[in-house]
């Protein structure tokens, strides 16, 4: 990556990933649901495992990623000057689960910290905010962590959720660069579309009850209450590739950059079968395009970052690339971005 350098441009300096210990395998579903097969489950989802959390916190798993970036890259936590904490599952509705983390990470009290909810484009949208403080001279250095517990709102018997959703954090160090790293950025949102993937209860709209405790079973046999994760995957996959084309032409002219000059194409990791179609209606080639759900799953804002550490450890992102992301869900929101690495 871009060494340190003073400037207003920024660039991704590392990237590490915290995984919650406990790993739920496909036989391990099979066996609870007593439905479907191993090869049922990553047809429909391309995921063979995901880490899940037993009890930890996002704070732990955001705590454990900042940990990590420290230990294994050198980064000593006195230089980080913002954090920036992406989360859906905050340990609590106040205060900011990045105020708490700020204090276990024993950063600088002089160091700004704040939470922002964004799922499947929130590391896009943290990318942004983080350019923004280098650019503006709030900070020379951010630390961004994305940190889901996602898992805890799912029901153990909705088959359409359980089986593609995983947990994770990810912590990257941002910095003040005279080349600018990451690049400019396409940012959309459509709050019509905020019911397609939604937790209906259990904050102040719609207070936790008896009958938003209420399960109820669809056409399909999957059991949900209202205070359980629900997702329109149909209508996810026509939102996908409605603002798709147009957030990839919207990214390269405003990076003056073409297909052939993007060396790798990292998308949210939603479903292989998304991705699939994503891929094919971009005409992206397969051989750029990454795919890694079949460890992970979906761990919502994590998996861009996720996918970036999994292709340096390969080999397959090395110095000097350009990486084109793109986030797209919950939201509706949608974002993309290049990184020179």
């Known amino acids: 990556m871009d060494e340190v350098k003073s400037g207003t441009g920024a660039a991704v300096r590392a990237v590490s990933v915290c995984l919650p210990e406990k790993v739920l395998d496909n036989a391990e579903l099979v066996r609870e649901f007593g ?28 705590v454990g990623a900042g940990e990590a970036l420290f230990a294994e890259h050198g980064v000593r936590r006195g230089e980080v000057d913002f954090l920036l904490l992406c989360t859906e599952c905050p340990d609590h509705f106040l205060p900011a689960t990045a105020c708490i983390v700020q204090n276990r990470l ?13 799922g ?21 250095k951010v630390l961004l962590i994305t940190a889901d517990t996602i898992t805890r709102a799912v029901h153990p018997r909705d088959k359409s959720t359980r089986t593609i959703f995983g947990d994770a954090a990810t912590a990257t160090l941002l910095e003040a660069s005279d080349t600018d790293g990451v690049g400019h950025f396409s940012l ?4 019509s579309g905020a019911e397609k993937l939604i937790i209906p209860a259990g904050a102040w709209a719609h207070p936790s009850s008896p009958e938003t405790q209420t399960e109820t079973v669809n056409r399909w046999g999957n059991v949900r209450t209202p205070e359980n994760l629900y997702m329109d995957g149909p209508e996810i996959l026509e939102f996908t590739l409605s603002v798709a084309p147009a957030c990839l032409d919207e990214v390269l002219r405003l990076n003056n950059l073409s297909q052939t000059d993007i060396d790798l194409f990292v998308f949210h990791q939603a479903s ?45 992102l090395k110095k000097g690339d350009r990486v084109l992301l793109m986030g797209f869900g919950v939201g509706l929101s949608w974002g993309g971005t290049v990184l020179r690495w």
């Not at 489950?41 to 704070?59: A, M, P, Y």
């Not at 024993?106 to 964004?118: E, F, H, I, T």
């Not at 891929?279 to 460890?295: D, G, M, Q």
């Open 272 to 316: 292989r079968m998304l991705l699939e179609k994503v891929r094919a209606a971009l005409s992206l080639p397969e051989e750029k395009f990454v795919f890694n759900i079949e460890n992970y799953g979906n761990t919502t804002s994590s998996t861009i970052p996720v996918a970036l550490w999994d292709m340096e450890r390969e080999g397959r």
């Open 188 to 191: 959309g949102t459509d709050g």
């Open 120 to 140: 499947c484009s929130g590391y896009i949208y943290g990318l942004a905010l983080a350019k923004g403080l280098i650019a503006g001279a709030v900070a020379r």
């Open 35 to 62: 439905t479907w097969t191993e090869n049922k489950i990553f047809n429909k989802t391309g995921v063979l495992r995901r880490h899940v959390v037993r009890e930890e916190l996002v704070s732990e798993l955001a």
């Open 106 to 118: 024993n950063l600088r009290k002089s160091a700004g910290a704040l939470d922002y909810n964004l």
